[in-house]
């Protein structure tokens, strides 16, 4: 699929059997023979499964020369991509989000030019330290993320105890509460979102409006 799916995506990593086959194919290429003997999985189970990681765009199969006869179909991880999902009793929010690829350091990184560098043990050692230093980086902006989740939480109960007592309608602190804790106020998003017509929420939210409760500078 040229586009992926946050729905397609689910289902193909929902199973945890092929989720230990991404963990394994992120590391290194992998036969489905191979994947087979480590998982202690049947290859005719594996092999189900690579197929609806590949249907999904989630891995690829590439044949590789074997010193044992002909080329043999292997599968290797294709996406690059983090998936977010934030749920509490007044939060929720999903995000899939793509990467580039970095190319800075893909020059002279090939088979043979690594054959004949000089020194890999130390180049070793600083994409250790570098590594590292990025997964450091990493776990700092986790854990500023969850505080910053829990902060937002602490204020969306607030906000929502606030909106209950202003508001007895539904449709208005439905309207209400969106504005209050999503950023996108495109309306074609608040109807896909809320599940209404863009004419009712535009008569909700001039209902708001007169209620001085439209916090239009938002």
């Known amino acids: 699929m040229d586009e992926m799916d946050l729905d397609i995506l689910l289902a193909a990593i929902g199973n945890p059997t092929r989720r230990r086959i991404l963990a394994k194919l992120v590391k290194e290429t992998h036969y489905p023979l191979q994947l087979s003997k ?3 999985v049947s290859q005719q189970a594996i092999m189900k499964h690579l197929k609806v990681l590949e249907d999904s765009d989630l891995v690829t199969s590439v044949f590789r020369d074997s010193e044992s006869g002909p080329p043999r179909k292997c599968y290797v991880a294709t996406k690059r991509f983090t998936l977010v999902i934030d749920l509490s009793p007044e939060i929720f ?4 989000r793509f990467h580039e690829r970095d190319e800075t350091i893909e020059a002279g990184s090939d088979s043979q030019a690594l054959r004949e560098a000089e020194n890999l043990r130390i180049r070793l050692a600083e994409f250790m330290a570098h590594i590292g230093s990025v997964n450091e980086q990493l776990s700092d902006l986790s854990a500023k993320r969850d505080e910053l989740m829990a902060r937002k939480e602490n204020s969306m109960r607030y906000a929502n105890n606030i ?8 449709e208005e602190r439905k309207v209400l509460r ?19 017509r863009e004419s009712e929420i535009e008569k909700v939210m001039r209902k708001l409006q007169k209620k001085g ?3 239009l500078s938002k």
């Open 163 to 170: 909106i209950d007592t202003l508001c007895e309608d539904y």
């Open 213 to 215: 409760l439209l916090m």
């Open 178 to 196: 969106y504005i209050v804790g999503e950023e996108d106020m495109d309306i074609t998003s608040m109807s896909e979102k809320l599940d209404m």
């Open 38 to 40: 480590e998982l202690s």
């Open 93 to 96: 929010n999903e995000e899939l």
